[in-house]
């Protein structure tokens, strides 16, 4: 399974335009969010499956540190998705490696 640190990923986007899902709960995404990036909490992802599947993009998880978007990734693959990629460290990495003025918590 794909994965990417936080400077990898900025340079990433540089070249592709993959969909950017942040599987945190609406709270944690109003304080910090990776510009472009969508809201699917972690919950709402079985609801989702058959939309995902049908995904051309490739699929960016991002989380607080990287571990529930890990954990969706690999629910994903489950049923076929295995076009997702994971944010190593999640939001808190990229406001230290790549945003620097991204608030934190």
């Excluded at 489950?78 to 990629?85: E, K, N, P, V």
Aim: glycine share 6%; charged share 30%; hydrophobic share 40%.
């Amino acid at each position: 399974m794909k994965r990417l640190e936080a400077a990898e990923l900025a340079a990433y986007l540089q070249q592709h335009r993959p969909r950017l899902i942040d599987v945190r709960e609406a709270w944690e995404f109003e304080i910090c969010h990776i510009e472009g990036s969508e809201l699917l909490p972690m919950g709402r992802i079985p609801e989702a499956v058959d939309e995902l599947q049908r995904e051309t993009r490739e699929i960016v998880l991002i989380c607080h540190h990287g571990i529930r978007s890990r954990q969706v990734q690999l629910y994903l693959a489950r049923y076929g998705i295995d076009h997702s990629i994971n944010l190593e460290g999640g939001v808190d990495a990229w406001a230290r490696t790549v945003d620097p003025d991204m608030p934190v918590y």
